[in-house]
């Protein structure tokens, strides 16, 4: 099957990425003062299991190990961590 336009699998990997790293965020419920911490902490668990992931990828027959998939997944897990980082810290009115 084609991809609907070039890069559509780098957006898939942020938008799968953006989704774990949203995930970790939640399961490591960190109080309101280390909140920033754990949301750089799930952006960089995410980053390392995406590289391995791209790694094992390598053994698999079909599937490429990509160093741009890597930064995609980069790119979803921090997007996902700024945002609920801004969502958490919005001031209210």
Do not use: W
Request: hydrophobic share 55%.
């Amino acid at each position: 099957m084609k991809p609907p336009f070039p890069g559509f699998d780098k957006l898939v990997h942020a938008g799968i990425y953006a989704v774990l790293c949203g995930l970790l965020i939640r399961a490591l419920a960190a109080p309101r003062a280390m909140f920033a911490r754990m949301c750089i902490l799930a952006a960089l668990i995410s980053f390392l299991y995406g590289i391995s992931d791209e790694m094992h990828q390598a053994f698999v027959p079909g599937r490429s190990c990509e160093t741009g998939d890597a930064f995609a997944n980069l790119a979803g897990a921090v997007l996902a961590a700024t945002l609920l980082l801004l969502a958490r810290h919005r001031p209210l009115k």
